[in-house]
């Protein structure tokens, strides 16, 4: 079946202005992660959702950031008042649901990411 | 605080040499290590992982790692190199036994294969 997609696959946008990133995970997945890679950086985690709710979002940089996932599928990442420090490829990963124990590890699938440069 | 250090920014290998890229984690308890790849425009995709057992993990196009406990390490090797694995790699872990198995990534190691 089809993997995570995203979209768009990159944004430009002025300093300032409001963003919406979209996340589509592989069907059936009910965990959803964010994570927003720097140049240079490897992923930094933001937010996971278990189902429609954020599990954990102790990534978030600060409140500009915001995440929802309504009918526990789709997923957006919002971000207000853009900062060029937010320019980054922000990449969404899926995988059926996650929990604590040796054999509850279930592996991530990632998309291809939206690339975002805030002018 | 958890971290993964990959000292390697870059590395240069011939193709057909042997490659190891290294991976050093700092954890309280040993958690679960995975190497990833990423080819320009496309997704990360998972290599191998290592949870329990055999140090020694197999992955898919030919790469495996091994665990040192001792040493904190989890190594990435391939005997040959082919120039299809000019990417970057990634070491990342997730703590074990966490509710949310969020994955903290190192800065990544990029190979170029020269022919």
């Known amino acids: 079946g089809a993997g995570v997609s995203q979209t768009p696959s990159n944004k430009v946008t002025e300093k300032g202005k409001y963003v919406e990133l979209r996340c589509d995970p592989i069907?059936?997945?009910?965990?959803l992660y964010w994570y927003r890679q720097s140049l240079g950086q490897g992923p930094e985690f933001l937010i996971y959702f278990q189902g429609t709710g954020a599990a954990d979002d102790s990534g978030l940089p600060n409140d500009r950031f915001f995440a929802v996932r309504p009918e526990g599928s789709v997923s957006t990442l919002k971000i207000q008042r853009t900062e060029r420090g937010d320019s980054a490829v922000y990449l969404c990963?899926?995988?059926?649901?996650?929990?604590?124990?040796?054999?509850?590890?279930?592996?991530?699938?990632f998309g291809p990411g939206t690339r975002l440069t805030v002018l | 605080a958890q971290s993964v250090t990959q000292p390697d920014i870059h590395i240069t290998v011939s193709e057909g040499a042997s490659l190891e890229l290294r991976c050093n984690y700092s954890y309280g308890a040993t958690p679960y290590l995975f190497w990833y790849v990423q080819s320009p425009g496309q997704g990360l995709q998972l290599l191998l992982k290592?949870?329990?057992?055999?140090?020694l993990v197999q992955g898919i196009k030919g790469f495996e790692a091994e665990f040192k406990r001792s040493q904190s390490s989890f190594n990435l090797r391939k005997p040959s190199v082919h120039w299809s694995d000019a990417a970057e790699y990634f070491c990342a872990v997730a703590p074990y036994g966490g509710a949310t198995n969020k994955l903290i990534f190192g800065t990544g190691t990029l190979l170029a294969v020269q022919p």
């Open positions: 290592y949870f329990s057992g055999d140090t």
């Open positions: 069907s059936g997945h009910t965990a």
């Open positions: 990963a899926s995988s059926t649901p996650s929990g604590g124990g040796t054999l509850n590890y279930n592996e991530q699938f």
